[in-house]
C-alpha cells in the first residue's frame, strides 16, 4: 500500500512544469496541497489532511533533478552550429503504396540539387513530408491523388546539431523543448536523427524560437 510521501511524489512527477516551479520556490506550497489533494486520495483511496500533503510536498527531494539539469546544461552548452531554413512548407498523407512510390521520385529529385530542403517521416498510418518551396510545384502535381491530411505553408526550421554522447542523457529534449512551450511557441513538426534534431515553426515565430535556442546554448 502507497504512503502519502509517494502518493505525492507519483502525483507531483506526472506535471514536470509543476515539479520544476516547485523547486525554484514559484509555487505556493499550500495552494499546491490543495490542487493535489483530490488526486491523492483517489490514489490512497482514501481521505488526507492538508498538512499531511503540505509535509510529503515538503519532503520532495531536488537532488536528482538537479544532477540531471546540471548534466543537460553541460550538454546544452556544447550544441552545435544553428542552420535556419525558411520558405518551407509542410505535408502529412495517409500511407499507401503508391505514396512510398512518389516519394522515392521525389527524393530523386531533391539529391540533384543542394537547394532543396526534404524530409520525410513515416509512421504507421501517414507520413509527414517537410519540404522547401521550390519542390512545392512537384509535390501538387505528382501526389494529387494522394490523400492529404495535414497541410501548413509559411513555414522555417532550425537545426540543432546535438553533442555526441546525447543519446547517454535523459531530459535533453525536453530541456530545449521546455522553453519554447513556456514561450507559448507552437511547434509544427520535430524531426530528429541520432545527432541532430530540427525544429519546424511558423516563420512569425523563428526568431524568438532561434534566440531561446541560443540562450540555452549560452546560458
Avoid at 510536498?57 to 544553428?82: H, T, V
Wanted: a positive charge.
Amino acid at each position: 500500500m502507497k504512503t502519502i510521501q509517494e502518493a505525492v511524489e507519483n502525483t507531483i512527477r506526472k506535471t514536470p512544469f509543476i515539479e520544476e516551479a516547485l523547486n525554484e520556490k514559484l509555487i505556493n506550497v499550500s495552494s499546491l496541497a490543495r490542487i493535489i489533494m483530490p488526486e491523492v486520495s483517489k490514489i490512497l483511496k482514501k481521505d488526507v489532511k492538508i498538512g499531511a500533503v503540505m509535509m510529503a510536498i515538503n519532503r520532495l527531494s531536488p537532488a536528482n533533478e538537479l544532477r540531471i539539469r546540471k548534466n543537460i546544461k553541460k550538454l546544452a552548452s556544447n550544441l552545435g552550429d544553428f542552420i535556419v531554413r525558411s520558405d518551407l512548407c509542410d505535408f502529412t498523407f495517409k500511407n499507401t503504396p503508391s505514396l512510398l512510390k512518389e516519394i522515392a521520385k521525389l527524393l530523386g529529385k531533391a539529391a540533384d540539387s543542394n537547394d532543396y530542403f526534404l524530409t520525410v517521416s513515416q509512421g504507421i498510418f501517414e507520413t509527414n513530408i517537410v519540404i522547401s518551396k521550390n519542390l512545392l510545384e512537384s509535390v501538387e502535381t505528382s501526389f494529387n491523388n494522394e490523400k492529404l491530411i495535414h497541410n501548413v505553408k509559411d513555414l522555417a526550421s532550425i537545426t540543432l546539431k546535438l553533442p555526441k554522447n546525447n543519446q547517454e542523457q535523459s531530459g535533453i529534449y525536453y530541456f530545449i523543448l521546455k522553453q519554447l512551450a513556456w514561450a507559448n511557441i507552437p511547434l509544427q513538426e520535430i524531426i530528429s536523427t541520432t545527432n541532430e534534431m530540427t525544429i519546424v515553426v511558423k516563420e512569425k515565430d523563428v526568431n524568438e524560437t532561434f534566440s531561446i535556442l541560443m540562450d540555452i546554448k549560452l546560458s
